[in-house]
């Protein structure tokens, strides 16, 4: 039974931990974050012919943002382990659920922030680099399609 029960929450858990670490940028190389897509976006960014005043506002942008975002990633993944140890035990379903809910509440507030930046970006770059950044970040996704 209790081999049953731990099956059970660790299959509950993982399309929420999958889905959770998929859309945090510091996991899979998305927006802005540090990691493997910090150094994407820096590839990206050398190839558009900034101005020194635009890499220290896109510096600035990074920067306002970097540390909240750090402390909801941190806050993130406490949550989920908080809610994987009650899973395991005999928490009530209220308990669960305030988990969840407080792990959707931070997923949602780091997906406006990456949202901020993105908006960041577009306004710091001119008409021609801003349609070239798009098109690179579209052949960035395409090639992680699947991730």
Not at 43 to 56: C, F, G, N, P, R
Not at 62 to 76: C, H, I, W
């Amino acid at each position: 039974m209790k081999h049953f029960a731990l099956l059970l929450s660790l299959a509950l858990l993982s399309p929420l931990t999958v889905s959770m670490a998929h859309a945090d940028p510091g996991h899979h190389g998305h927006g802005m974050g540090k990691g493997h897509g910090h150094g994407e976006f820096r590839h990206i960014l050398q190839q558009l012919d900034l101005s020194d005043d635009q890499k220290a506002q896109l510096k600035k942008a990074r920067q306002d943002v970097g540390t909240q975002m750090k402390n909801l990633r941190s806050q993130m993944k406490d949550l989920r382990k908080q809610m994987f140890d009650a899973m395991k035990t005999n928490a009530d379903d209220a308990k669960l659920t305030s988990y969840h809910n407080q792990i959707k509440e931070v997923h949602s507030k780091l997906a406006d922030m990456r949202f901020q930046k993105m908006i960041a970006v577009r306004k710091i770059l001119n008409d021609s680099q801003r349609a070239k950044y798009f098109e690179l970040m579209s052949q960035r996704r395409g090639h992680h399609k699947g991730w």
